[in-house]
């Protein structure tokens, strides 16, 4: 069974600052997508950024980018210029090409502060 | 302009009732979802259909019967509520169906309520 371990509940970043959230997995598939959404306090889940497994490239929206690690199965967000609006959960989700369903990880919580 | 919208955005009832969660979305993708977010934060996938066709159906208690009267539309029957129902429920859909895999694009989320 594929598993997501996001180990940091919480963080906290003062604006402007970087700040990145830890994300593991497993699975003994080869084929298969890592995600970030994050979730603010409104309740919408919004895709924040996503990266095909058999890409070496780590992929980077804006101030939003990975790191990710194949062989470790980690796939870390890095937040650049932290903003307030960045104030949300964030969850990592994996998903087996074939399967089309995501496997979240629990999430977490960050609170940037002025 | 409204990709995947949900109705009610929440929902309060009494144990044993039975409710309906509608889903729709205007994005032409062909496959829809509807997860559970508990509690804790922790979502999970319930159902999936593309085009019409149930193709995910984890273990969810035959209460929950998903119906989609078109590749647009994919809506959550409960039956007989129970206490554990509540939580969020988020509809989502993505563009493409068993062929390749694409990115899931979420509803505003529906939360339930069973008193």
């Known amino acids: 069974a594929q598993t997501v371990t996001q180990s940091q509940p919480e963080m906290s970043v003062q604006e402007a600052e970087t700040v990145t959230l830890s994300c593991t997995y497993d699975?003994?598939?080869?084929?298969?997508?890592l995600f970030w959404y994050k979730q603010p306090p409104s309740r919408q889940m919004i895709l924040v950024i996503r990266?095909?497994?058999?890409?070496?490239q780590n992929a980077t929206e804006n101030r939003f980018s990975v790191n990710f690690q194949k062989a470790a199965k980690s796939f870390s967000l890095k937040i650049s210029d932290s903003q307030l609006g960045d104030t949300a959960m964030y969850f990592c989700?994996?998903?087996?090409?074939?399967?089309?369903?995501?496997?979240f990880g629990t999430g977490t919580r960050l609170l940037v502060s002025p | 302009d409204t990709a995947v919208s949900q109705t009610p955005k929440y929902l309060v009832t009494q144990m044993g009732n039975d409710k309906s969660i509608k889903c729709e979305q205007n994005?032409?993708?062909?496959?829809m979802y509807w997860y559970k977010q508990d509690s804790k934060k922790f979502l999970k996938i319930m159902f999936s259909?593309?085009?019409?066709?149930?193709?995910i159906n984890e273990t969810v208690p035959n209460r929950f019967s998903p119906k989609s009267p078109d590749k647009a539309h994919l809506n959550l029957h409960i039956n007989s509520l129970e206490l554990g129902d509540s939580a969020v429920y988020f509809c989502?859909?993505?563009?493409?169906?068993?062929?390749?895999?694409?990115?899931?694009?979420f509803g505003p989320g529906t939360r339930l309520t069973v008193l």
């Open positions: 994005l032409g993708h062909d496959t």
């Open positions: 699975t003994s598939e080869s084929n298969y997508y």
């Open positions: 989700a994996f998903m087996i090409t074939s399967f089309q369903k995501l496997v």
């Open positions: 989502a859909s993505s563009p493409s169906g068993l062929v390749e895999t694409d990115t899931q694009y």
């Open positions: 259909y593309n085009n019409k066709e149930l193709i």
């Open positions: 990266q095909e497994a058999y890409k070496q």
